[in-house]
């Protein structure tokens, strides 16, 4: 019983700490979307080409870096809930991202 209890709260917790997020094509929410739910902290996302053609963003709760190299290198942006577009250096090129800012 103590390691049921021990595993759901576990599994809670870590569930309070993840963001999730969609890419969208097009602005405005349009296109093709990709969703990413990771957890917050330090670990670095690549997206492999999820990300190449991203105009716009729909984001819960948090903070996400995104990046426009691989590996969480190169110019970035912090993001917060909701992006109708992306800025102009990242437009159809992210490429990385970490869910902590």
């Known amino acids: ?8 709260g576990t599994l809670l917790a870590s569930l309070a700490t993840a963001r999730s997020f ?3 094509d097009d602005v405005n929410f349009g296109g ?3 969703d990413e739910n990771r957890n917050n ?8 080409g999820a990300g190449d053609q ?3 963003v729909r984001g ?4 996400t870096t995104f990046f426009q ?13 909701n992006a109708f577009t992306v800025p102009a250096h990242l437009d159809n090129h ?8």
């Open 32 to 34: 093709k979307a990709h």
């Open 41 to 48: 902290d330090a670990a670095c996302w690549n997206l492999n």
């Open 60 to 63: 819960g709760p948090g903070c």
């Open 94 to 101: 992210i490429w990385s991202y970490r869910n902590q800012c």
């Open 1 to 8: 019983m103590q390691l049921t209890t021990i595993f759901v």
């Open 69 to 81: 190299q691989r590996d969480c290198q190169g110019s970035n942006w912090q993001q917060r809930g």
């Open 22 to 24: 969609t890419l969208f």
């Open 54 to 56: 991203a105009s716009s």
